[in-house]
């Protein structure tokens, strides 16, 4: 067990109202206990140093930013633009007689006379602009902070200009404010996509054709799961969003089958589709070879075609047979470390599996913003978690029932697929915690610095906000968000790469040259169960 005198010395040093906020946000997995909770997608308390965003970055940065066909106008100050400008490493190629607009950046650049007289004449203008020098698919209009603030109304400029210009123009009032961090952002692009986008374009689909929810191509991952769904045979008809293109997104009405990668960030489209179109959706993970055989043998299960499922597994050994040797080789550079897991709302989850089987144990997983759901499973979801926004769901035309008269497979094995797989299901970050191990929720740079003090991780899997701090306390990090500069990390050759990436870090002879804090410095004592 972990030490509790070091979660007591954590604490202590908070002012008596932030412990008790602070002290609900963090646990010790238990599973002696029946149902464990944790607080979380609350305010971050005034003062404490947090690796949060905000809705523009949820919102433009994360779901609608990675469609490559389209303009994406940032509306305000250029901080908003440079600081997000290809840090995410959201990959895309044009797709053939496609256009491609991911590596630029694209700003009002709002001064102050803007906030003073209004912005709106700025914004029709660079709308015009783009047209004219770059004829996109479509425009979309991602609103700052200031924005909301003066009340420019970029609802009314999109319409104008889409019926100006002839293409679709979305416009996203995402202000940076609105909700406790960027998952309220997430739902905002979210709800547009349904109402606006998505349903808009028929088109052909083979019988096992999927939706890739939640992948944003980061590093090449998405890449990577083309490559295999393609050798089994699937028609992905589209992936939200990386390396998305408009069109594609237009039909994803057609597929037969959601996948769902990253369940925070799309969670809201995947209900939606399944109420509006009847589409059910999985809950799948690409990451770690043991993770991606899983999820390719309950996708073969869910269309039920002995032909898929022969094919399925002929892929699987193919590919195994592949990674085997060189996942050997580098396991054993890796075997015996612990972890921590740092990152947003998902990929805590993600890398379990891929940490445990290259024989790294995770020993803290934090998130930033995550629902309590993704902590501790999707039934809980109470009312009062959900922020404004996230009861702001457009209206369905379609009811549940009809919807689901029309779903792809019949209600009966509907269910009876549920029982067998993750299907519209997902257990949360807790269940795939060891006993003793530490789960947080916002973790803080104060916490951070005492918990790599105190557990030494071999690596610290993390962002940039925080990774040079533990670099200079002799922990090598690796940046879980973009990767750094490689990837990619999904499926069973991103596995490779990141075993490799790993092992080259925690081995490298540079930490030797790093005098870490705690070698001068007392140590705070803790022991870890298991580890
Ligand atoms: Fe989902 Mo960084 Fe992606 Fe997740 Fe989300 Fe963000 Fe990326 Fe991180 C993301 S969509 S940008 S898997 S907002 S790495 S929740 S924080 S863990």
Redesign the pocket.
């Known amino acids: 067990m972990i030490d509790k005198n070091l979660l007591d010395n954590l604490l202590d040093v908070y002012p008596g109202k932030s412990m008790k906020n602070r002290k609900e946000h963090i646990m010790i997995k238990d599973s002696s206990q029946e149902k464990q909770h944790i607080k979380a997608n609350t305010r971050t308390i005034p003062g404490i140093m947090t690796n949060r965003?905000c809705a523009y970055?949820?919102c433009k940065?994360?779901?609608v930013g990675p469609i490559k066909d389209m303009i994406h106008i940032v509306h305000g100050p250029i901080g908003c633009s440079y600081y997000a400008w290809g840090t995410?490493r959201?990959k895309a190629r044009a797709d053939k007689g496609g256009k491609n607009f991911i590596n630029y950046s694209f700003s009002t650049d709002m001064q102050d006379p803007d906030i003073v007289f209004g912005g709106e004449k700025k914004l029709k203008q660079a709308i015009k602009e783009a047209v004219e020098t770059f004829d996109p698919e479509a425009i979309s209009i991602s609103a700052t902070c200031p924005v909301g603030l003066i009340g420019d109304d970029i609802n009314a400029v999109a319409k104008e200009a889409q019926k100006e210009y002839g293409i679709p123009v979305l416009a996203f009032s995402c202000e940076g404010y609105k909700g406790v961090s960027?998952?309220a952002?997430?739902h905002i692009a979210n709800n547009k996509f349904m109402s606006e986008l998505i349903g808009n374009r028929e088109r052909e689909v083979k019988k096992y054709s999927v939706n890739i929810l939640?992948?944003?191509n980061?590093g090449g991952d998405a890449w990577e799961i083309d490559r295999i769904f393609e050798k089994i045979g699937y028609e992905i008809v589209s992936t939200m969003t990386g390396d998305g293109s408009f069109k594609d997104i237009q039909a994803a009405h057609e597929a037969n089958l959601n996948l769902v990668?990253?369940?925070?960030?799309?969670n809201y489209i995947a209900e939606m589709f399944e109420e509006k179109y009847g589409i059910p959706w999985l809950k799948v993970n690409f990451i770690g070879p043991k993770a991606m055989v899983k999820t390719l043998r309950n996708m073969a299960k869910y269309f039920d075609d002995e032909e898929l499922i022969q094919r399925t597994e002929e892929v699987i050994a193919e590919e195994l047979a592949e990674i085997e040797e060189p996942l050997a080789r580098y396991r054993k550079l890796c075997e015996g470390n612990t972890a921590f897991l740092f990152?947003?709302?998902?990929?805590?989850h993600?890398y379990q599996n891929l940490f445990k089987e290259i024989g790294i144990e995770p020993v803290l997983a934090a998130?930033?913003?995550?629902h309590r759901d993704?902590f501790e499973g999707r039934e809980i979801i109470p009312e009062i978690e959900k922020t404004a926004d996230d009861r702001n769901i457009p209206d369905l035309e379609v009811s549940k029932d009809e919807a689901r008269y029309r779903l792809r497979l019949s209600k009966e094995r509907y269910e009876r697929l549920k029982e067998e797989m993750p299907l519209a299901e997902y257990e949360g970050l807790i269940a795939d915690m060891e006993d003793g191990k530490i789960i947080i929720d916002d973790l803080n740079h104060y916490e951070t610095e005492v918990l790599l003090k105190a557990l030494k991780p071999a690596v610290f899997g993390s962002?940039i906000k925080d990774k040079y701090v533990a670099q200079k306390m002799g922990v090598f990090s690796k940046q879980?968000?973009?990767y750094d500069y490689s990837g990619p990390y999904a499926g069973f050759k991103g596995a490779v790469n990141f075993a490799r990436d790993i092992s080259a870090g925690i081995n490298t002879p540079t930490w030797n040259y790093i005098t870490a804090p705690w070698k001068n410095e007392p140590e705070i004592e803790a022991e870890l169960g298991g580890a």
């Open positions: 965003g970055a949820g940065g994360v779901v995410r959201n960027q998952s952002g997430h939640g992948e944003y980061i990668m990253c369940h925070r960030s799309i990152v947003g709302g998902s990929r805590a993600h998130y930033e913003f995550a993704d962002g879980l968000h973009s």
